[in-house]
Structures are given as C-alpha cells and as structure tokens.
C-alpha cells in the first residue's frame, strides 16, 4: 500500500492531477498494486485566505508518506516568488530533495522543432542538484534604495552536496544502461570557484565508475548542441540554476511543456513528482490542458517506487497515443478534452 501525499495546486494543476490519478488507479487494477492518496492544499487562494503555505507541521507530515505527486503552483494573485518559496522550494529544502530528474525524451518526431531529428536523437536525461546553488538563497543588499546599491546573491556549493549529486549521476548513468556516457555541464572558465569544486569532485568520483565515460561541456555550448547534436547526451549533471534553464530547452525539443515531466528525489527520503509545465492560469476550469506531462510524472513516481512495470506501461501508453491519436500537444489544440486525452491513457495502458 503505497501512501500519496496528493498536491493538487493552483491553475489547470487540479485538472491535470486528477488524470493523472485516473492513470494511477488503473495501473493499480492492471498491475496488482494498491495506493492510498491525502490531498494537501498548498494553493496560492488557501494563501490569500489565510496567508499559510508550507509549515514545518506539514513538513512532518508529509515524511510519513511514499511519494508526493504536485500539480503546479503559481497564482497570478499572489506576488511572484510567494508560493514558489514558500511550497515548491519548502519542500525541496526541508525533504532534502537534492536530485532533479529530468528525462528530456522524444516521443515523436511531429512535435519536434529541429529539423530531422528522430526520437532515437533525443532520449537523454538531465540530473540537476536541487538543494544548493545561486536557488539557496543566500546574499544581501547593501545600499539598498540607492544609486550606490549592490544586490549580492551567493552560489553556495558543499563537497557534500555536490558529491551525492554527482554520485547520484554515476550511478543513473549505469543503471539506465544506454550509451553509459555522463556529461558534467558547468562553467568553469569565469565561475572559477564553485565550478572548480564541480570539476575537481566530478573526476574524483568517475575514478570509481571505470565503466562510465565522461566529459565536459559549458553550458552555453551545451544549450548549443541540445539544438544542434541533441543525440550526443546520454546523462548530463549539473547544478541548480544551469539544470533550470537548460531544461526547459529540453522540453521544447522533445515537443513542448505539455509532455515534460519531473522528478525532485531524495534517494532515501520522500520523492516529489510533477509536471513541469506550470499552473497555466489562464486555461484553468476549460478542460483544455494537456495533462500527459503529469501522467508521466505519474509514471515516473511510480517507478521511483519500485513499480517499473507499470511505469514503462504508462509511458508506452504515452508514447502510442502521442505517435498515433494526438494532432498537438498545445492546450486546446490536441484534438481531445484534458479529461478525454486521461481517458485515452488508460484505455491504451
């Protein structure tokens, strides 16, 4: 019995969560599998009414449970940055959830913007730290409100938590068992300190995979050849602000935010799951979104919890409707409701 802590949010969250867990109940019956879900209203309105998002009650909480499954946070409401600390980054920070996972994976070459490239040139995974980095936010102002102002904000980086990420990274590389290629994506020409640190601990650490190749790319020559070689990655590690923004590059190449899906891991913790996509407000209560993105988020929390089979299902499943049924992957212009495109999904499961 699987306990899911169920996060449904703000915007078009709830309307893709609910597919999601329509996906879920159905693998459930199919794979012999049982979950329990709570929601938790962690929503920019529970906000404005009571000016709470996350507390360390809450924090408590949620480590009782298997695995958190998020819809999107963000309200166009509440001031930009509230919700996104206080829930999204609460809960990276306080469960210790140091990996983002993201697979960038082409599911048909009709929803891609690069010129010839097949869903064999776009298959590789991106593994960001989650806990550290410019996103700690650490820094001060000085002078603040006049001419002479200076804004600092500090990229701060521990042997310890780049160790586990890069670690971490290594051991993917191996179990996903594909071109066993690990790229350490940085910048360690001008951000000669935190990225000396990367650099220094990321070969230390490939001394004990002998199995692994790996090399290094910038991340401006990185973002480069996302467009233009795409087929080169195989794993990619990196650290919290880079692995951000390269991303969402990923998702527009393997066809957009509406199939991007996510992972925020704590390897001996609980795991976090979602679309990545955002709240999209301005689609909310039209049934119009796509919700794929978190079904595969569902697919993905599954198999984080030892229930690969019905993972893979779900993602074939994706993959078939995507390659077959779909005539886009833009809200509202897929062909299908969101809840028939979620009906579509358990149908091909």
């Known amino acids: 019995m699987y306990k899911i802590a169920v996060i449904p949010g703000d915007g078009t969250g709830p309307e893709v969560v609910k597919e999601g867990l329509k996906v879920l109940d159905a693998a459930s019956k199919k794979f012999n599998f049982k979950f329990e879900t709570k929601l938790f209203d962690f929503s920019g309105q529970r906000?404005?009414?009571?000016?709470?998002l996350v507390d360390d009650q809450?924090?408590?909480?949620?480590?009782?449970?298997?695995?958190?499954?998020?819809?999107?946070?963000?309200?166009?409401?509440?001031?930009?940055?509230?919700?996104?600390?206080?829930?999204?980054?609460?809960?990276?920070?306080?469960?210790?959830?140091?990996?983002?996972?993201?697979?960038?994976?082409?599911?048909?070459?009709?929803?891609c913007p690069l010129k010839d490239k097949k869903p064999e040139d776009i298959d590789f995974v991106v593994v960001r730290e989650n806990s550290e980095g410019i996103y700690k936010g650490m820094g001060e102002f000085k002078d603040k409100g006049s001419k002479n102002e200076v804004a600092i904000q500090i990229s701060y980086n521990t042997y310890k938590g780049v160790e586990r990420c890069i670690r971490y990274a290594?051991?993917?590389?191996?179990?996903?068992?594909?071109?066993?290629?690990?790229?350490?994506?940085?910048?360690t020409n001008v951000?000669?300190?935190?990225?000396?640190?990367?650099?220094r601990v990321f070969y230390e650490v490939a001394k004990d995979y002998p199995d692994i190749t790996t090399d290094y790319a910038h991340v401006d020559a990185t973002t480069m050849w996302f467009?233009?070689?795409?087929?080169?990655?195989?794993?990619?590690?990196?650290?919290?602000?880079?692995?951000d923004i390269?991303?969402?590059?990923?998702?527009?190449?393997?066809?957009?935010?509406?199939?991007?899906?996510?992972?925020?891991?704590?390897?001996?913790?609980?795991?976090?799951?979602?679309?990545?996509?955002?709240?999209?407000?301005?689609?909310?209560?039209?049934?119009?979104?796509?919700?794929?993105?978190?079904?595969?988020?569902?697919?993905?929390?599954l198999e984080n919890l030892g229930e690969a089979q019905a993972g893979k299902a779900i993602e074939s499943a994706v993959i078939n409707i995507v390659s077959k049924k779909v005539k886009s992957l833009a809200a509202g212009k897929m062909g299908y409701s969101t809840t028939e495109m979620g009906d579509l999904v358990v149908a091909n499961l």
């Open 47 to 52: 906000y404005l009414k009571t000016g709470k």
């Open 170 to 187: 290594f051991d993917y590389t191996r179990k996903r068992n594909k071109r066993k290629k690990l790229t350490l994506c940085g910048k």
């Open 246 to 301: 390269i991303t969402d590059l990923g998702a527009m190449i393997q066809g957009g935010m509406g199939i991007a899906a996510g992972g925020n891991i704590n390897p001996q913790g609980v795991s976090m799951f979602e679309p990545i996509g955002g709240s999209a407000p301005k689609y909310t209560g039209k049934n119009v979104i796509n919700p794929l993105a978190a079904i595969c988020a569902a697919g993905m929390m």
């Open 58 to 111: 809450d924090v408590a909480e949620l480590k009782n449970y298997s695995a958190i499954y998020l819809g999107a946070v963000g309200d166009p409401q509440v001031k930009p940055g509230i919700i996104e600390t206080g829930v999204l980054l609460k809960l990276r920070f306080a469960l210790d959830q140091y990996i983002n996972l993201r697979p960038v994976k082409l599911y048909s070459s009709d929803y």
């Open 227 to 243: 467009v233009k070689n795409p087929e080169w990655f195989d794993v990619i590690v990196t650290d919290n602000i880079f692995g």
């Open 191 to 199: 951000l000669t300190y935190a990225w000396n640190l990367w650099e």
